[in-house]
């Protein structure tokens, strides 16, 4: 007789949690991520550079047959006048020129943590140099492939505000 009465309750609050699980995993899948990028310094006098540096990607809604993700950095707290220099369909690099308080700065940043976490990645695909009163921000997906075995490609390239934006990609 339990079994009677609890068989319309389970299927009745599985009807009510069924959307609501849905929609929170939909919504996880658009929260934005903060990736960490440490950087390691040539100079003697660690001040002239930035400890890290934090990037924000956040995936596109899902659309059949294809996945994207956008990102941002603000080089403005550290650069000024950035630009890309160079780009193709794997890769994209933006230069500024260093602010006088870092100016100095010799070194070389990569991934080091997503959302406070290790970074596992298999492919390294945010870097930075800072090199001669440079920087450098280098998103590369070279060695990055999709499920279709696909490489990840560089769907758009840009600046907000004087701070490189992108959309990288790949076949689902």
């Keep these: 007789m339990n ?7 389970i299927i009745g609050a599985s009807i009510v949690l069924l959307p609501v699980l849905s929609n929170l995993h939909a919504f996880a899948q658009n929260t934005s991520q903060k990736i960490e990028l440490k950087i390691y310094s040539e100079n003697d006098q660690k001040q002239s550079c930035p400890d890290k ?3 924000t ?3 596109q809604p899902y659309r059949e047959g294809s996945f994207s993700t956008d990102g941002s950095v603000n080089l403005n707290a550290y650069a000024s006048n950035v630009s890309v220099v160079s780009s193709n369909e794997f890769s994209v690099t933006w230069v500024g020129q260093l602010k006088p308080r870092y100016a100095k700065c010799l070194a070389s940043a990569g991934m080091t943590k997503v959302d406070g976490e290790n970074y596992s990645g298999n ?6 140099h800072f090199v ?3 920087v450098y921000f ?11 075995n696909y490489p990840l490609v560089v769907l758009k390239k ?3 505000n004087g701070n490189p934006t992108w959309t990288w990609g790949g076949s689902d």
């Design 3 to 9: 079994t009677i009465i609890l068989r319309p309750l």
């Design 158 to 160: 840009g600046l907000k």
């Design 138 to 148: 280098i998103l590369d997906l070279a060695g990055g492939f999709d499920p279709n």
């Design 132 to 134: 001669k009163g440079k």
């Design 53 to 55: 540096v934090l990037v």
């Design 57 to 59: 990607e956040k995936p």
């Design 123 to 128: 492919i390294n695909y945010l870097r930075m």
